[in-house]
């Protein structure tokens, strides 16, 4: 209790909440746009995993190549799933989009056990991952210090991209009346596909980090950070991005000020204690902390 | 230019159009009239692209709309400013209007084409960078119809420009649309104001139950009809007129 916020606790608490607010923007982004909550989302999270385990251990790459080639693959399979399994259902219901879903789920996790296996596959990673840095007198692991300044580049680069260019601004756009958008002359299937693309690069680039500290993958690898995602929405409000990147920082936060306040004997219940605090939060702010856009307006 | 033939639609189990025939040429300015529930805005909804007719032709300058997804028909020069204005709340003036222009985007067609919004909606420069959501009612209902101009369309439909309007901003929108009119802007208009609509516009249909009962200029139209009829449902034709 005595060193609560000293620097290494705060960066590390950061470095989860960076995480965790990537995590959460992958899926509201898609979210946003067709109200969908993807359920293959954390497979995307998988299968950059297993690319980054084959390609690791078989060839010559340097790990940065390995790494991107990782990202686009699960841009690619994510933007490749709207194409292939949600755009002949989008019609439909959103019923038949969330089984569709599901379903693109279990396939992705079923490949992955038939081709390469059920057990955990340990996963090379670069030497800057295990590496200590030295700072302020306490030691901090550079891998923490990478995803926060990674997820601040995405963070920053995703909203100039969304601000400043005219097919971001139709992005927040179309979250917002995606009728009236297409009314506009913009092409429903171009707003989602590439909703789906950045949804894919965000799981890409959490792979990276996500197996950065677990050190190998498996076939259900995606369930976590999928319930996280899931979770960090609902406490930042699932109407905007902003609401998305503000629950996952406070997730993160809150999830290691729980890690290091509860005693040793109760650690194993420190999901159950998250939870109650996530209760909490919802009774006070229902619709999470941020409020989606205002669609009131003033008399006049 | 734009021309319905025998137009069907239906909201699932309900019909809400039966056989409508409309057809509006270069520059008019034509009205939709007739009472809640008529049809009117579903056909221009189904001009959009936003419900599929079940039967009958939608043609513009010679190609069939039938079929085509709202953004197709959009880039054909068909905009639509729909009934509750739909502007984006959470972007900025600006970021609407560029929207707008989405069509045929180019940074100095668009800088070009915002001057020229701007003479004409001086109160949208001072809210440029203000969200669209804090604008008053009359400044939503301007940013709608601005932005709609921003894509240089060849026809406007305009769905109930005046609802929910002061009377002092009604009369602007009114004398908005005939400026536009003038200007030579082609126009579809459903208003519920018919006195106000038929002191403007080139002609009007009289839409009842999904059908056109009657259709003219504002004169014929007010000779057969009592107006005041109209808002109360019954348009039925004036006896010996």
Redesign the interface.
Known sequence: MTNLFTLDFFINALSLGSLYALIALGLVIVYGILKLVNFAYGELIMLAGYVLYLLTNGTAFPWLVVAAIAVIAAMGTSYLTELVAFRPVREKSLTAMLITSFAVSTLLQNGALLIISPRARAVELPEAFSQIVHLGGVDIPMRNILTILTSLLLLVGLSLLLKYT?LG??L??AS??F??????????NLIISTAFAISGILAGVVSLFWIGRTGSVTPTIGGAPLLIAFVATVIGGMR?LTGAVVGGYVYGLLFSLIGIMLPQSLLDYREAFMFLIVIIILLYRPEGLIR????????? | MLSLQNVHARYGAITALRGVSIEVKEGELVALIGVNGAGKSTVLNTIAGNLRPVQGSITFQDSSLVGKAPEQIARLGLTMVPEGRDIFPSLSVEENLRLGAFVHWERSKYTHDLEEIFTLFPILKERINQAGGTLSGGEQQQLAIARALMARPKLIMLDEPSLGLSPVLVDQIFELISTLHQRGITMLLVEQNVDRTLDIVDRAYLLNTGRVEISGTPDQLRKRVDIESVYLGDTRQRANR
Not at chain 1, 179 to 188: D, I, K, N, Y
Not at chain 1, 292 to 300: D, K, L
Request: avoid cysteine; glycine fraction near 18%; hydrophobic fraction near 35%.
């Open positions: 005219v601004i139709a927040r756009a917002e009346n009728r009236m958008t297409r009314m506009l002359g913009v092409p429903a905007s989606g856009g205002s669609t009131g307006e003033r008399v006049g």
